[in-house]
């Protein structure tokens, strides 16, 4: 059964940096491997609805970003070591949110509802 599992969440002053991973097992049906789908980054910020922050698709091109985040964060995947990443930087304490992994077959979709695969999710608090 697939399965994602993200880790790296924590405290981070306004300005800094943080790096989540997101370790994917588990995608081993005969053409239905990794990298066949489309790795997202989704966030939850308290008393909001999820939002779609980053997508890589199999080949790792072309990516897509979030207005409120491009410019400062940057998905990358491996497929061969079954990872993606998110890279944040001069974090704001509006990115302050639980990061949640996602996989979908094929075609990138910013919908919560078209995600085959999700996450428990890491949570990201910036404040000082």
């Known amino acids: 059964q697939p399965q994602l599992v993200e880790s790296g969440g924590g405290l981070v002053q306004p300005g800094g940096s943080l790096t989540l991973s997101c370790a994917a097992s588990?995608?081993?049906?005969?053409?239905?491997?990794?990298?066949?789908?489309?790795l997202s980054w989704f966030r939850q910020a308290p008393g909001k609805e999820r939002e779609a922050v980053s997508c890589?698709?199999?080949?790792?091109?072309?990516?897509n970003y979030a207005d409120s985040v491009r410019g400062r964060f940057t998905i990358s995947r491996d497929n061969d070591k079954n990872m993606v990443y998110l890279q944040m930087n001069s974090l704001k304490p509006e990115d302050t949110a639980v990061y949640y992994c996602?996989?979908?077959?094929?075609?990138?979709?910013?919908?919560?509802?078209?995600?085959?695969?999700w996450g428990e999710g890491t949570l990201v608090t910036v404040s000082s």
């Open positions: 890589t698709t199999g080949g790792g091109i072309p990516t």
């Open positions: 588990g995608f081993t049906a005969p053409g239905l491997t990794l990298g066949v789908y489309t």
């Open positions: 996602a996989a979908r077959f094929l075609r990138r979709s910013n919908y919560v509802r078209d995600q085959n695969y």
